[in-house]
């Protein structure tokens, strides 16, 4: 399910907005996996200076595509990164591989890992499943609360900017705050048994996008890729059985899982 079906869509997505080579998906895939998946003994194992090789390999592969759309610009997302100015000045190359390499990542990682966790818990709950499987007009919501239910990601770590109180616990400026998504939509003030999947909860104010002005900018997209792929998935789920284990990601930041075995069993 990762990678034959949950990988695939958003990395030929990206690849394709971006403006990149369809073969080229898997490097988007492989940084990705070393860079979020920095804590899993199969990925970066922990290892800074394999952190690092990913960084530089990926910057100057960015790097190189920048030059050639300056050169010679397309109607691809790569060339407006490269090119567009802003009240008379570009993206310096720094910029340009860190904004570029925000989208590789946030682009794949978390659509990817929201559709397997989707369909894993479609598994778990037949009864939510076969009333996705007998009326697709509840898809808007099933992704809203499958986002809710997966929590793709589970935290960020922001600073204070001013010393503040919340909920009567002090904090001060400079202070690192860590905001667990993944707690507040489980929230029993906020959703009627939270520890329930309801595809029909509405309404459903959950963060797995984030708040504010860090709210996420692929929001629309990765609702519509999760949508499309529930839509062409929905006359199979119900044929659908797991034939192994279930293979997480060793990770504090992403809910994300590495393998997921199955396969679509009768008629």
């Given at each position: 399910?990762?990678?034959?079906?949950a990988a695939?869509l958003?990395?030929?997505?990206?690849?394709?907005?971006?403006?990149?080579?369809?073969?080229?998906?898997?490097?988007?895939y492989?940084?990705?996996?070393?860079?979020v998946?920095?804590?899993?003994?199969?990925?970066?194992?922990?290892?800074?200076?394999?952190?690092?090789k990913t960084?530089?390999?990926?910057?100057q592969?960015?790097?190189?595509?920048?030059?050639?759309?300056?050169?010679?610009?397309?109607?691809?997302l790569?060339?407006?990164?490269?090119?567009?100015?802003?009240?008379?000045?570009?993206?310096?190359?720094?910029?340009f591989?860190?904004?570029?390499?925000?989208?590789?990542?946030?682009?794949?990682?978390?659509?990817?890992?929201?559709i397997?966790?989707?369909?894993?818990?479609?598994?778990?709950?037949?009864?939510?499943?076969e009333?996705?499987?007998?009326?697709?007009?509840?898809?808007?919501?099933?992704?809203?609360?499958?986002?809710?239910w997966?929590?793709?990601?589970?935290?960020?770590?922001?600073?204070?900017i001013?010393?503040?109180?919340l909920?009567?616990?002090?904090?001060?400026?400079?202070?690192?705050?860590?905001?667990?998504?993944?707690?507040?939509n489980?929230?029993?003030?906020?959703?009627e048994?939270?520890?329930?999947?309801?595809?029909?909860?509405?309404?459903?104010?959950?963060?797995?996008?984030?708040?504010?002005?860090h709210?996420?900018?692929?929001?629309?997209?990765?609702?519509?890729?999760?949508?499309?792929?529930?839509?062409?998935?929905?006359?199979?789920?119900?044929?659908?059985?797991?034939?192994?284990?279930?293979?997480?990601?060793?990770?504090?930041?992403?809910?994300?899982?590495?393998?997921?075995?199955?396969?679509f069993?009768?008629?």
């Amino acid at each position: 399910m990762v990678a034959d079906l949950a990988a695939e869509l958003p990395l030929m997505v990206l690849a394709d907005l971006l403006g990149l080579p369809r073969e080229d998906r898997h490097l988007l895939y492989q940084w990705s996996n070393n860079l979020v998946g920095f804590d899993d003994p199969e990925y970066g194992g922990g290892d800074v200076e394999a952190y690092r090789k990913t960084f530089f390999e990926a910057f100057q592969y960015a790097l190189s595509v920048a030059g050639e759309r300056r050169r010679a610009p397309r109607d691809d997302l790569m060339t407006l990164l490269a090119t567009s100015e802003v009240d008379g000045r570009r993206l310096t190359d720094r910029e340009f591989c860190n904004f570029w390499l925000l989208l590789v990542v946030a682009g794949n990682e978390t659509t990817r890992h929201l559709i397997t966790g989707s369909v894993l818990a479609l598994v778990d709950n037949p009864t939510q499943r076969e009333r996705l499987v007998a009326d697709d007009t509840l898809l808007p919501s099933a992704v809203d609360e499958l986002l809710r239910w997966v929590s793709p990601i589970m935290q960020f770590r922001r600073t204070a900017i001013e010393d503040t109180e919340l909920c009567g616990t002090p904090i001060a400026a400079g202070d690192k705050v860590v905001l667990w998504y993944a707690s507040a939509n489980r929230d029993a003030a906020v959703f009627e048994a939270p520890d329930e999947l309801r595809l029909h909860r509405n309404p459903n104010p959950h963060l797995s996008f984030g708040m504010g002005p860090h709210f996420c900018l692929g929001a629309h997209l990765a609702r519509l890729e999760a949508r499309t792929m529930l839509r062409e998935l929905a006359p199979h789920l119900s044929r659908f059985r797991l034939t192994g284990p279930v293979v997480r990601l060793e990770s504090n930041f992403v809910n994300g899982v590495k393998s997921l075995p199955g396969s679509f069993t009768g008629q």
